[in-house]
């Protein structure tokens, strides 16, 4: 535990950032798993559905 404490404390701006801004990657973070679903073979667009999609 005392490690993973010394860990926070070598970013503490970005720790305390995280914990009192309102901010969220989520809907990025969505759209970037959507476009590597598509470029997988096998992925959506393999079968057809999600072509023509635009981001």
Excluded at 14 to 41: C, D, F, I, R
Aim: proline share 2%; no cysteine; net charge negative.
């Amino acid at each position: 535990m005392s490690g993973f404490a010394s860990f926070l404390r070598q970013d503490l701006g970005a720790v305390t950032a995280e914990l009192t801004l309102h901010w969220s990657s989520g809907v990025v973070e969505g759209h970037v798993n959507m476009v590597k679903t598509m470029a997988e073979p096998g992925g959506r667009n393999a079968a057809g559905a999600g072509a023509g999609l635009v981001l």
